[in-house]
């Protein structure tokens, strides 16, 4: 079936270190987006790209980092600089970044402090 | 910039019971879609309804439909028939075509449907 897979579902990062999230997309979408939750809120736009090898940078882009080198894939990396990085993760993608298509959502990736 | 803003942090309905859930927005743009997902306690992002805001007519989805009010920059959900499985976050986005169509989102309303 076609979907949205978001690994690994929990993470837990240690202090000064990278940690990737993978999104991986069969839709044959051309648009991916990373939004991050907190507790109690809504979504908030990290990075997204439209394209592959180009992207933009989102509301809250610090202290992460993005590659779009294939279609399918849009990992994104929260790194040290990030320094409140617990939040639910979320990825999504849409086709024709020039219709109505609403966005199709993954099923999140819980990244938490050691 | 957009914003969205729903002022109703919680709700609750009785089961089979109707309930209609606000949500104001704010931009320039001229072209752009409104958007309800849904959010169960599962954190799945559900697609509800949709709308086009150069549609007059309001959408519907079986129980569910919307009255976009385009002057006044409100979209409110209305839930008719209110089932046990509607208890969820609900959150009301914008979108438009100029930015890449990123979804801007409000900070949700939590729906509980009593039995």
């Known amino acids: 079936d076609g979907g949205i897979t978001q690994s690994p579902k929990y993470l837990f990062r240690k202090e000064g270190q990278n940690v990737t999230l993978s999104c991986e997309q069969n839709?044959?979408?051309?648009?991916m987006y990373w939004y991050r939750q907190d507790p109690g809120q809504g979504l908030r736009l990290i990075y997204y790209s439209q394209i592959v090898n180009d992207f933009q940078k989102g509301d809250i882009a610090e202290g992460y980092s993005v590659s779009r080198e294939k279609k399918e894939s849009f990992p994104l990396t929260v790194t040290s600089a990030q320094k409140n990085p617990t939040a639910f993760y979320l990825c999504?993608?849409?086709?024709?970044?020039?219709?109505?298509?609403?966005?199709?959502f993954g099923d999140g990736t819980r990244l938490s402090i050691l | 910039a957009q914003t969205v803003t729903q002022s109703q942090p919680e709700m609750s309905v009785q089961e089979a019971e109707t309930v209609t859930l606000s949500c104001t927005y704010d931009t320039s743009e001229n072209n752009y879609y409104l958007f309800w997902y849904k959010q169960p306690p599962s954190r799945q992002m559900i697609l509800v309804i949709r709308?086009?805001?150069?549609?007059?007519q309001n959408a519907t989805e079986n129980r569910f439909s919307v009255n976009f009010q385009k002057a006044a920059k409100s979209f409110s959900l209305k839930i008719s028939d209110s089932q046990l499985g509607d208890t969820a976050m609900y959150f009301c986005?914008?979108?438009?075509?100029?930015?890449?169509?990123?979804?801007?989102f409000g900070e949700g309303t939590q729906l509980t449907v009593n039995p």
């Open positions: 986005a914008f979108a438009a075509e100029t930015s890449g169509s990123r979804l801007t």
């Open positions: 709308q086009e805001a150069y549609k007059q």
């Open positions: 999504a993608s849409r086709t024709d970044r020039y219709s109505n298509q609403p966005q199709h």
């Open positions: 839709l044959n979408h051309d648009a």
